[in-house]
Each structure stands twice: as structure tokens, then as C-alpha cells.
């Protein structure tokens, strides 16, 4: 079964609404969530990494008042993309990790900016 | 720089054969670690198959087998006896040690399995 569980797995919205994606570790404590953006047949480029408690660390080329990432607890992360344009439309997928087993990736999040 | 390569784009395979799939690496690291993932069309992430730096035999998980070169930083997948159901993008990743775990992805092969 899933063990981590990504919310929603559709969103489709209009322009300059806010969206907010949830990644949780279902029967872990996840200390680390790492968030990918992948655009359609291309491969899944790293957005940020999510550290429990402290702040998300963003990759070079991503904006972190856009994507805003909250990781509140061990097992819960989400990723909030602030005032969407249709330029974020994208396939946002998460992951996490324990102390010890390899990165588990939740479904994914169809995300569509109308 | 291109840490992760897979130079093959997409792959027909039949039915019962195996496949491997190519991948190299770049890495100064000691110790790191390589994995590959399965991606149907559907958009999950599933595991399949890990491989440490350190680990002397090469991994296998049922039909998948990593072929782990290090000399030549290469992890290629096997698949053995291919089923419809291995038609996906498979992606090959790599862990650094001061990465905190996160991975770098390689660009992907599609593999279309045909009867």
C-alpha cells in the first residue's frame, strides 16, 4: 500500500488562485520531503527540500515566495504555489524520507492553471 | 553539469525478452547511492531497485537486475522476461552523501513492451 499519500491528485483552477498540494508519510516519520516539479516527458526536477521545523531549502531558479513550503510536522509537508498562472501548470510529485529507507514518492498532483 | 545520463530516449522490447536500460553517472563522492524508478502513465513514482556505492554484489529485486560497474560509474538496469505491464518511463537517480537525501534524476527511457 501507499505510504505516502499526495493530496489532491487533480487541480484544475483559474488564474491568480492559490493552490495548496499536501504530502504526507502515512506510516513513517518523515524527516526530510523533497518536492519535484516534472513537465510532461521530461524528468522530475528537484523544487525544494523540506526539513522538519526549519525553513524549505530551494533549488537555484525557483521562487520561494511562489512556492511556498511548510513542513509542520514528520509526516505531513505542503507545497502552496501563490497567485498560479498558467506557466505554472505542471505534475508536482513529492517524496519523503525516514532515518533509513529509501525516498517513497507520493502519487502526484495534476495541476492545471486555466 | 549532467550528473545522471541516460542516452537512450525510448526502447521496444517484445514480450518475454529481457532489456537493459543504460546509465551513467558523475559523481566525486565516496559514497552514494544509485537507484531506478518506474513511472507508468498514470504518474507514480515506484521504487525498484537500489544500489549503494559500497555494496560489492549487484543488486536484484525479482526480474529487475542493476549491473553496477563502478570503474566505469555506469548502473544499468536489466529487465528479464518483459511483460505488457513494464511499459513505462524508467529513471535512473543518484544520492549523493551531503545531498540529505535528495536525488538526481537522469532524463528518462520509455519502454514500450509488445506482444
Known amino acids: ?114 | 553539469a549532467q550528473k545522471i545520463t541516460q542516452t537512450q530516449p525510448g526502447m521496444f522490447v517484445q514480450e518475454k525478452e529481457a532489456v537493459t536500460l543504460d546509465c551513467t553517472y558523475d559523481t566525486s563522492d565516496q559514497s552514494y547511492g544509485l537507484f531506478w524508478y518506474k513511472q507508468p502513465s498514470s504518474g507514480e513514482m515506484i521504487f525498484l531497485i537500489y544500489q549503494g556505492s559500497y555494496d560489492e554484489q549487484n543488486a536484484t529485486e525479482g526480474r529487475y537486475s542493476l549491473n553496477f560497474q563502478k570503474a566505469r560509474k555506469s548502473a544499468n538496469l536489466v529487465i528479464s522476461a518483459s511483460q505488457l505491464g513494464d511499459s513505462a518511463m524508467y529513471f535512473c537517480a543518484m544520492r549523493e552523501t551531503d545531498s540529505w537525501g535528495k536525488l538526481q534524476f537522469g532524463a528518462g527511457t520509455q519502454v514500450v513492451v509488445t506482444p
Not at chain 1, 17 to 24: A, F, Q
Not at chain 1, 26 to 54: C, H, I, V
Not at chain 1, 57 to 62: D, H, L, N, R
Open chain 1, 1 to 114: 500500500g501507499a505510504v505516502v499519500s499526495q493530496h489532491p491528485s487533480r487541480v484544475i483552477c483559474k488564474s491568480g488562485t492559490s493552490v495548496k498540494i499536501e504530502c504526507r508519510s502515512l506510516d513513517f516519520q518523515a524527516t526530510t520531503m523533497f518536492w519535484y516539479r516534472q513537465f510532461p516527458k521530461q524528468s522530475l526536477m528537484l523544487m525544494a527540500t523540506s526539513n522538519e521545523g526549519s525553513k524549505a531549502t530551494y533549488e537555484q531558479g525557483v521562487e520561494k515566495d511562489k512556492f511556498l513550503i511548510n513542513h509542520a510536522s514528520l509526516t505531513l509537508s505542503t507545497l502552496t504555489v501563490t497567485s498560479a498562472h498558467p506557466e505554472d501548470s505542471s505534475f508536482y510529485i513529492c517524496s519523503a524520507k525516514g532515518q533509513t529507507q529509501p525516498q517513497h514518492f507520493g502519487d502526484g498532483t495534476r495541476l492545471s492553471i486555466l
